[in-house]
């Protein structure tokens, strides 16, 4: 009887740890097999332990340089989709003009629409316009899918802006400049944080949109689902290994600033 009032109180909490563990075995996985030393040339069966990939990460051809363009392009992709959607949430929340309904509605419309469908019109658009499809047909890509969720994460966040502290700026007479930089900006910047690293992480791990507007462009998403078609190298492992740690060391520091904050203001 208490295992069954204390599985009733940490129900809730039980469901959380197993969902998360659930989420978490493929990068388990991938990390175990980056310590693989496979005998053929798909690392899909443990042999032995081995360090070798670590070592030399760029050991296999291209891949590294696959890598760089994906970083590229990830980078440009993500300043580019949060400049504009960062002014297109302002203007949607603090302004009042003609459809402003309907262009609401249609930032949904890339979030909602397969990425299929996406990837065809954008190819397309570039095929009449004659573009060459290469890395600036990626980037305008990735842009343009990215903005929806920058312009999501930034909408809600000032949308929960108090604006009697713009307010109170202004009566302190501080120009529109000081007041949109020392008082704005702040309160938006976790809203903009966000949809920067969402942008970043959707623009990285992108294969559909890319593949159909990469022309002769390899991306790493596009090395690693050619490579699995001849053999998957372990540095593959490592390199996706490398990324996951990154990206949580960044959460981690991300939580650790902002509650050192808030303890400060406490």
């Not at 600036?136 to 842009?143: A, K, N, Q």
């Not at 159909?212 to 689902?225: C, E, H, K, L, Y």
């Amino acid at each position: 009887m208490a295992f069954v009032n204390w599985l009733k109180r940490h129900l809730v909490v039980i469901a959380g740890l197993l969902t998360l563990g659930y989420l978490l075995l493929p990068n388990v996985i991938v990390t175990v097999f980056s310590f693989n030393k496979p005998k053929g040339r798909f690392n899909y069966q443990w042999q032995a332990f081995s360090t070798d990939a670590w070592k030399d990460p760029c050991g296999v051809a291209d891949m590294c340089g696959s890598l760089a363009i994906s970083l590229q392009i990830a980078v440009w992709a993500t300043i580019g989709a949060t400049v504009l959607g960062t002014m297109i949430a302002f203007a949607l929340v603090r302004y009042r003009f003609r459809a402003r309904g309907t262009v609401s509605s249609l930032i949904f419309l890339p979030m909602a629409m397969p990425e299929v469908v996406m990837a065809a019109s954008l190819l397309t658009l570039f095929l009449n316009m004659g573009a060459q499809l290469g890395f600036w047909t990626i980037l305008i890509s990735h842009i343009m899918f990215c903005l929806s969720f920058v312009v999501v994460a930034v909408k809600a966040r000032v949308m929960s802006m108090d604006p009697r502290l713009e307010q109170a700026a202004q009566d302190l007479y501080a120009g529109p400049v000081q007041t949109f930089l020392r008082v704005t900006l702040p309160i938006a910047a976790p809203g903009i944080a966000a949809g920067a690293m969402l942008a970043f992480a959707l623009s990285f791990d992108d294969f559909i949109i890319t593949n159909f507007n990469a022309g002769s462009t390899v991306t790493f998403p596009m090395f690693v689902w050619g490579s699995a078609q001849r053999g998957t190298p372990v540095q593959i492992n490592v390199i996706g290994t490398a990324m996951f740690v990154i990206a949580v060391l960044f959460v981690l520091v991300s939580m650790a600033v902002s509650n050192r904050r808030t303890r400060q203001k406490a």
